[in-house]
């Protein structure tokens, strides 16, 4: 393979570190923060299953990306992915939990305005509402799953040391199921600008088995969040887990199915399919901010319990970052893309 | 790998369930056992079995001391309701403490052997019988906080009730005897006990407040 594709796929794999870092946080965020699972445990599932789900069910959402913008050469690709990170990381350092999908969002709009491709209004006022959509159903969904847990756990009268025990073993499950679905739904933001020009070929294994050019692109982005899970994300997984909200470990695992519910709903290419052939509205399949659905759950969670215990002033700031983001991730596109071309002649588009 | 922690937890738990619950067990025996002390203590007839009683509570009192400091080694080693350890661990050891009281009235009993006249008996037997009441019911708000979150009110409630009983008991029977013509070194050595007794209950009453406190902490 030329060196040169591997440096582009360097711009990818870097996003895959960010999201690693921070939207992987997420799911294991309550729970790590709560102290009710260790950070090593978190990481290693949260590793494992952001793969699976990459590798399984992370095509759905990468066509709709790919229909924001079809990027159609490699520095291209490369200028949106450095351009998503470089986003991300400030954000970060500010200290608010954002999203490599808006990111990246961002990043290819301002890609299109670039080069003077058209911009599919239609796709991006879709991720757009899904955006709104995704916190307030988060939100719903766990208060409805709260109010539900709450009144079993009274009524079944258990035991705090095996409400404990239970809670742990449903936090892990709940985080792979998260994560699952994170690598499913978020695999397209590191990823999905590279497959329509994929350096890869396809490999047949033993004529069992057909490893695609578009697998073998998103098992290297689900490593690249893996590296990101372990290097960066405890410092998020704290931050996560007590700043928004003090919360009960029961309600760290309401926030976490919810958020994973929330997130698999947005890549599940089955229950889309579904929802169509009984005449319903499809679910689009979108990229959506795991951080958007996390903290929609726990403010969910804060609102059932009168409102009072959440920080406003902090989930004011978290929403001005959410608006922020893909606006300062367009024109630090437009900056790299005008350097690539500028400066290392680099053709950015065909 | 998960699996096996996973074993090991429910394992722990289990165990640890059993230990806490036979460490109320023990609080609720010590009261029984106090309950009989006193009487028994008072027919001077049956010293042999009273110190047979007291031997019997401080062998109590030692399982206690030790169920504590298992339960406290396995929650901090296992990192078990890291929401709840230390209240839990604080409340174990607040009880521990009640325990110690009641053995601590054995031991005085036993050492200074005050001398209770006849009239005063079946009021001090009252106070001690209020007294275990209200240890009994803090044990089932204990047991409420562990297991039934809805009831602690209740059975707090009921620890505050038996708290004012003894309260009362204690006023009448410290009157009484100041009202008698014992000698005043009598009268001051009686009243220490029948204080002692009562305090038993306060120590009661304040350990139900904080249980109150840890099952909203606790709540869901």
Known sequence: ?350 | MFGLKSASLFGDTKKLEREIDEFVDIVSEVGLVFKSIVPTYLNHSANGKFEEMVEKVKEMESKADKITKDVEHTLYEETLIPDARSDVLRLLEHIDELIGMYQGNCYHFSIQKPNFPKEFHQDLIELTETVVNCVESLCLTVRSFFRDIKSVRDNAHKVTFYEKESDIKFSSLARRIFDSELPLDQKMHLRYFVEKIDRICDQAEDIADEVQIYAIKRSV
Not at chain 1, 52 to 73: C, F, R, V, Y
């Open chain 1, 1 to 350: 393979m030329d060196i040169t594709i591997l440096i582009f796929l360097f711009g990818g794999l870097f996003l895959g570190w960010s999201l690693g870092a921070n939207d992987a946080a997420n799911v294991f965020g309550t729970a790590v923060g709560t102290r009710m699972v260790s950070f090593t445990s978190a990481a290693i599932i949260c590793s494992v299953f952001v793969i699976l789900g990459a590798i399984i069910s992370g095509a759905g959402t990468t066509e709709t990306l790919g229909k924001l913008g079809a990027i159609n050469a490699l520095p291209g690709a490369f200028a949106a992915c450095v351009a998503a990170g470089i986003s991300v990381y400030l954000m970060t350092k500010v200290g608010l939990p954002v999203s490599t999908t808006q990111a990246i969002v961002g990043a290819i709009v301002g890609w299109n305005l670039y080069t003077g491709s058209s911009t599919n209004i239609q796709v991006l006022v879709t991720i757009l509402a899904t955006w709104i959509l995704c916190p307030i159903i988060a939100g719903v969904t766990a208060m409805g799953l709260f109010t539900f847990t709450k009144r079993f756990i009274l009524n079944r009268k258990l035991h705090i040391l095996r409400l404990d025990a239970y809670t742990r073993t449903a936090l892990l499950l709940a985080g792979a199921f998260g994560a699952y679905s994170l690598g499913a739904n978020n695999i397209a933001n590191v990823m999905g600008v590279f497959v329509p020009i994929s350096p890869f070929t396809d490999i047949n294994i033993s004529n069992l088995f057909i490893f695609s050019s578009k697998e073998q692109l998103f098992l290297l982005g689900g490593l690249a969040i893996a590296v990101g899970v372990f290097t960066y994300s405890k410092k998020v997984m704290y931050t996560v887990g007590n700043d928004l909200l003090k919360m009960s470990p029961v309600a760290a695992f309401i926030v976490v199915v919810s958020h994973s519910i929330v997130l698999f709903l947005f890549a599940s290419q089955g229950i889309s399919d579904f929802l169509q052939s009984i005449n319903l509205p499809s679910i689009p399949l979108v990229p959506v901010s795991s951080s958007q659905a996390v903290v929609g759950g726990v403010i969910g969670i804060g609102l059932l319990k009168g409102g009072k215990e959440v920080q406003w002033s902090i989930a004011g700031r978290i929403s001005l970052g959410w608006v922020m983001l893909p606006i300062i991730a367009a024109i630090v596109s437009l900056i790299v893309l005008f350097v690539l071309e500028n400066i290392f002649n680099l053709q950015v588009s065909f």
